[in-house]
Structure formats: C-alpha cells, structure tokens
C-alpha cells in the first residue's frame, strides 16, 4: 500500500488529484504503524502543487509541526507515557524491542514523574554519551538490517549487501540527486522515518525495516548508473 500511495502521490498534478487518491492515502495511513508517516510527504506535495519553493516549505513544515505539537502534546504524552511501554524502553535503553539492553540511563526519579519531553531532556542532560550509543545502535541494527541473534552467515550477508546499498545510496544523495519534486517527496518519508527510530525502537524481526528498503536500492542503482556514464 505504501508503494502503490507514493506511486499515486508523486504523479499528482493539482489538488483534485490529492483529493481523488485520497481513500487510498488514508487506508495506508490507518492500516499500519508506519503509515502514519505518509503525512509528511502528502503535506509537502500540497505544497509542490501550490509552487512553493523547498526553503518555503521547510519553514512551513517547522511550523506546522511545532503547531501540531502543541496541540496534541497532551494526547502524544498519554499514548507514550500511559499506553505504551516507552518509558521502560527509554530508561533501559532499548534499540530492540524484546531484547534487553546492556546499557541503562540514570535519570533523576523527578524527571521520570513528568511528561515525555522532560524524560528526553533529563536523558540527554544527565546521560549524553549514552543516548549517542544507544542511537548509534538503534540506526546500526535498523539500516544494516541485522539483529544479534540471527546467524552469523544471515549477519554476514546482511551486512555485505545493505551496506554496499547505502553506500550507494549515499553517493547519489550527494551526487547524482535531481533535485526533483518527486525525490523531495520521498526524502521527506525516510527523513521522518528516521526521526522516528530515535524516539521509538526497532521491531524484533526486522520487518519495518521493509517500507524504506525499495527507495534505498532505486537510489542507489541510479548511482551505479551513472557511475557507470561517467567512467
């Protein structure tokens, strides 16, 4: 679904078009944790269809999302603090789900009876270099896609192909990248994709690791394309 939303959204032309795709953006949206995500890219090609400019429309967004945040601070906390275990997974410090942490936060009992946003701002106050490491791991197991405890030859492989992917990757981004309304659709999806593996942890399986996964192998076979033009 998530392909089949950014294969419609990027070929919108005006607004009835956001409007007409719209059922299948929000199914997307409802029907898994991640497509929830999809919101960001389907603001910024609204703001495409109006010729704003990217400077524009990062100023924009700023202030959308500290709108947002705002508004539904209250709500975001219930979910995290009250629904969730995300406090017992931010203490311990957790980069997989299911799978206990050699590495444990030391934050002042006060700051673990408020909201969210002073939990994070006492941990990366009080416990810096270890919220570094811990996000370190976070983005080392989720973009390798591995996990301590598959097999050695499934590590292996994972590690030589995901990382010859994101090198690849890499060297369009900063290379070979049009520039185009289309690419900045989708930059936007893994930018907040990423965002979101900071605050969050990775799956136990690896799985969500599955919607970012065609975007990184389109980008990098540009690259070796036209790496291959060139030399």
Not at 143 to 156: K, L, Q, S
Request: aromatic letters at 22%; glycine letters at 2%; one cysteine or more.
């Amino acid at each position: 679904m998530l392909i089949i939303s950014f294969y419609l959204l990027i070929n919108t032309k005006n607004f009835r078009d956001i409007f007409f795709f719209a059922p299948i953006f929000i199914l997307t949206i409802c029907c898994r944790p991640h497509g929830i995500l999809l919101i960001l890219p389907i603001i910024v090609a609204i703001l495409f269809i109006y010729n704003f400019k990217i400077k524009k429309i990062f100023i924009i967004l700023t202030i959308i999302f500290l709108v947002a945040f705002v508004i539904f601070f209250n709500q975001i906390n219930t979910i995290l603090i009250d629904y969730n275990e995300w406090i017992k997974y931010f203490i311990n410090g957790q980069y997989i789900a299911e799978v206990q942490s050699n590495i444990n936060l030391n934050i002042n009992l006060e700051c673990l009876q408020e909201n969210f946003l002073r939990i994070i701002v006492c941990g990366i106050y009080e416990e810096p270099m270890k919220l570094l490491k811990i996000n370190f791991f976070k983005f080392y197991y989720f973009f390798f896609n591995i996990r301590p405890y598959w097999t050695d030859i499934h590590i292996f492989l994972n590690l030589v192909i995901n990382s010859t992917i994101l090198i690849f990757f890499i060297i369009y981004i900063f290379l070979y990248r049009a520039k185009s309304h289309n690419e900045y659709i989708i930059y936007s999806f893994l930018a907040v994709y990423c965002l979101s593996i900071i605050v969050t942890w990775n799956d136990y399986d690896g799985r969500f690791f599955n919607p970012i996964y065609p975007f990184l192998c389109i980008f990098s076979s540009k690259a070796v394309v036209s790496l291959y033009h060139k030399y």
